[in-house]
Nanobody, 126 residues
Framework: QVQLVESGGGSVQAGGSLKLSCAAS????????VAWFRQAPGKEREGVAV????????TYADSVKDRFTISQDKAKNTVFLQMNRLKPEDTGMYFC???????????????????WGQGTQVAVSS
């Protein structure tokens, strides 16, 4: 059974950092893609970063490259999103999502992700 539970959101000033966690039971031990998405009020959901749990491949949205880092701790079945140099436009609800994948595949943020967490709120003030 897959269960995704996000935590770590909060309020921070621009330029600050936050680290989000996704407790991904039933996922990290298998070949899968685990992604972070975000959605700001009135805007469409945006893929932020995705990581393959077996081949370690990662993909980032252009808007967060060189600022955000996705990583995993397999022993803890957890996927992290380290967010540095935060901007007000990073504000939104952040969701963890997962989908099964073949071992050699490259994860794609545009793919269909059937498993989702409940989200954690991030607010960045200027």
């Amino acid at each position: 059974q897959v269960q995704l539970v996000e935590s770590g959101g909060g309020s921070v000033q621009a330029g600050g950092s936050l680290k989000l966690s996704c407790a991904a039971s039933g996922v990290t031990g298998r070949s899968s893609c685990v992604a972070w998405f975000r959605q700001a009020p009135g805007k469409e959901r945006e893929g932020v970063a995705v990581k393959h749990t077996r081949n370690e491949g990662t993909t980032y949205a252009d808007s967060v490259k060189d600022r955000f880092t996705i990583s995993q701790d397999k022993a803890k079945n957890t996927v992290f999103l380290q967010m540095n140099r935060l901007k007000p436009e990073d504000t939104g609800m952040y969701f963890c999502a997962a989908r099964w994948s073949t071992i050699t595949a490259r994860c794609d943020l545009r793919a269909d992700f059937p498993y989702w967490g409940q989200g954690t709120q991030v607010a960045v003030s200027s």
